[in-house]
């Protein structure tokens, strides 16, 4: 039989406004983990908060792991470039799913002032992501097909370089954020990343309104 999902989610699917709010999300993720990740892989501390209050302490004990600490690092930067990767972003959904679950966990456990906000959208979003590509998980509750096809959608050239600097911006400013690259590098980070997110969501607004979308295969 057909699940209580199905109905919704095919709904969902045929959306063009959500196809690009989960383009925004994977983007959004894989640009704040990449960079993240990979000061861990490099063998990095990961904040300067100090070992004395609990939150510290447990940085710095999986800081001391090494090999742990790294195996962390490489998990969220594979993870990152699964969900840039269309046809394996509902992996790396999946896998940033157990992720942020024990991020927030802990934040929650440890009183991590504020950041339990912050980690539980980001738990949030990535449910959304695998709600989004509900049909390639579907198989593991039933053997039923969907009644109908899950609907793909497409930008335009225009949307796609939007996106395409949108991302490349956010994870240069990440990147920053890191002290991998120069603070020098900020302001044009921001500028070009605003005014690429304000000229997609221009694009899409104007060729919704003018019935000019892509049609979905």
């Not at 993870?79 to 840039?84: E, I």
């Not at 802990?106 to 950041?115: A, P, Q």
């Given at each position: 039989?057909?699940?209580?999902?199905?109905?919704?989610?095919?709904?969902?699917?045929?959306?063009?406004?959500?196809?690009?709010?989960?383009?925004?999300?994977?983007?959004?993720?894989?640009?704040?983990?990449?960079?993240?990740?990979?000061?861990?892989?490099?063998?990095?501390?990961?904040?300067?908060?100090?070992?004395?209050?609990?939150?510290?302490?447990?940085?710095?004990?999986?800081?001391?792991?090494?090999?742990?600490?790294?195996?962390?690092?490489?998990?969220?930067?594979f993870?990152?470039?699964?969900?840039?990767?269309?046809?394996?972003?509902?992996?790396?959904?999946?896998?940033?799913?157990g992720?942020?679950?024990?991020?927030?966990?802990?934040?929650?456990?440890?009183?991590?002032?504020?950041t339990?906000?912050?980690?539980?959208?980001?738990?949030?979003?990535?449910?959304?992501l695998?709600?989004?590509?509900?049909?390639?998980?579907?198989?593991?509750?039933?053997?039923?097909?969907?009644?109908?096809?899950?609907?793909?959608?497409?930008?335009?050239?225009?949307?796609?370089?939007?996106?395409?600097?949108?991302?490349?911006?956010?994870?240069?400013?990440?990147?920053?954020?890191?002290?991998?690259?120069?603070?020098?590098?900020?302001?044009?980070?921001?500028?070009?990343?605003?005014?690429?997110?304000?000229?997609?969501?221009?694009?899409?607004?104007?060729?919704?309104?003018?019935?000019?979308?892509?049609?979905?295969?």
């Amino acid at each position: 039989m057909p699940t209580p999902l199905d109905r919704p989610f095919l709904w969902t699917r045929s959306q063009p406004f959500f196809y690009r709010f989960a383009l925004f999300t994977r983007v959004l993720l894989a640009a704040g983990f990449i960079p993240t990740g990979m000061v861990k892989l490099l063998g990095h501390r990961f904040t300067q908060i100090s070992p004395e209050v609990p939150i510290g302490a447990f940085f710095e004990a999986m800081y001391q792991t090494g090999l742990y600490w790294r195996f962390l690092g490489a998990t969220q930067v594979f993870a990152g470039l699964l969900l840039l990767w269309p046809r394996f972003a509902h992996l790396g959904a999946a896998i940033f799913l157990g992720v942020i679950l024990n991020i927030f966990v802990v934040t929650v456990s440890l009183s991590f002032r504020g950041t339990p906000i912050v980690t539980g959208l980001m738990l949030l979003a990535v449910i959304y992501l695998c709600v989004w590509d509900f049909h390639r998980f579907r198989p593991l509750l039933t053997e039923t097909p969907l009644l109908d096809d899950v609907r793909q959608h497409r930008l335009d050239r225009w949307e796609f370089a939007g996106f395409t600097l949108f991302g490349a911006s956010l994870v240069g400013f990440f990147f920053i954020t890191r002290g991998t690259l120069s603070n020098t590098l900020t302001i044009p980070c921001v500028a070009a990343g605003f005014g690429a997110g304000l000229f997609t969501l221009g694009r899409f607004v104007w060729v919704t309104m003018r019935g000019h979308l892509p049609r979905p295969a």
